[in-house]
C-alpha cells in the first residue's frame, strides 16, 4: 500500500493539472474552453505491469495504470512511468466518447496523449502536461464494477507522427474504484 499512495499522488496531479488549467500569457495551455474547470468524479486504481509502454519511440517499465473520468466526460488511462530519474513521469491517454461492447470491454477514442514530467511548467504548484494532439484507441478487458481488470491496451500516434503503446496486464488484484463527489471532500467506494 505504501508504494501506492505516492503513485497515486502523481497520478492524480497530473491528472488534475488539465482539469483546474486556466489560460495564462506565461504558460500556453492547449485545453478546449468545454475541458476547463472539470473535475474527476471517478478514480480507478489498477495494479500490474506494462508488458510494453512505449512513449515516443523510448520504452519504459510502469508502475500502475489508472482510469480517470471527468465530469464533463473526458477519460484518461494515466501510466505512472517508472522512470529512477524522474518521479513524477506520466503519460496520459486521453479521450471521450467511449463504449461499452459488453460487460467485459470498453474501448475509448484517443484525441491527445498527456506528457508530464519534474521539468513541466506549474501553475498554482501543479505541473502541466504537454498535450499532444493524437488519434489512436484504448481498450480494456474487465469491468470496474466486479472490480477485475485483465488489462489495457492502448495506441497512439501524435500529430508530428511519434508512436505512444500501452499493453498493461493486471496482477489479479481487485481494482480500487473510488467516487470522488465535488460537493464535499469525500472519496467513497462506489461498490459497496
Same mark, same amino acid.
Do not use: W
Given at each position: ?19 483546474? *488549467? ?6 500556453? +495551455? ?9 473535475? +474527476? ?5 489498477? /495494479? ?7 512513449? *515516443?519511440? !523510448? ?22 512511468? @517508472?522512470?529512477?530519474? @524522474? ?12 463504449? !461499452? ?9 484517443? @484525441? ?6 519534474? &521539468? ?13 494532439? /493524437?488519434?489512436? +484507441? ?20 501524435? &500529430? ?9 496486464? /493486471?496482477?489479479?488484484?481487485?481494482? /480500487?474504484?473510488? !467516487? ?8 467513497? &467506494?462506489?461498490? !459497496?
Amino acid at each position: 500500500m505504501r508504494l501506492r499512495r505516492p503513485v497515486l499522488a502523481a497520478i492524480l496531479v497530473s491528472l488534475a493539472s488539465p482539469c483546474f *488549467a486556466e489560460s495564462s500569457t506565461a504558460v500556453p +495551455i492547449n485545453n478546449p474552453p468545454a475541458q476547463q474547470h472539470s473535475f +474527476i468524479d471517478l478514480l480507478a486504481l489498477i /495494479s500490474g505491469h506494462c508488458k510494453t509502454l512505449k512513449v *515516443a519511440g !523510448r520504452t519504459f517499465a510502469c508502475k500502475t495504470v489508472a482510469y480517470a473520468h471527468g465530469d464533463k466526460g473526458r477519460v484518461n488511462f494515466a501510466v505512472a512511468v @517508472d522512470d529512477p530519474s @524522474d518521479g513524477n513521469h506520466v503519460v496520459s491517454f486521453s479521450g471521450e466518447n467511449g463504449k !461499452r461492447a459488453d460487460d467485459n470491454s470498453y474501448e475509448l477514442p484517443i @484525441d491527445r496523449v498527456l506528457l508530464n514530467s519534474k &521539468d513541466r511548467p506549474k501553475i498554482d504548484g501543479l505541473p502541466v502536461p504537454a498535450e499532444q494532439t /493524437s488519434t489512436g +484507441i484504448c481498450r480494456q478487458t474487465g469491468n470496474f464494477a466486479a472490480k477485475k481488470v485483465k488489462d489495457v491496451t492502448c495506441s497512439a500516434t501524435d &500529430d508530428e507522427g511519434r508512436t505512444y503503446e500501452l499493453l498493461f496486464v /493486471s496482477d489479479g488484484t481487485p481494482v /480500487s474504484v473510488r !467516487r470522488i463527489r465535488q460537493s464535499s471532500p469525500s472519496v467513497q &467506494d462506489p461498490f !459497496r
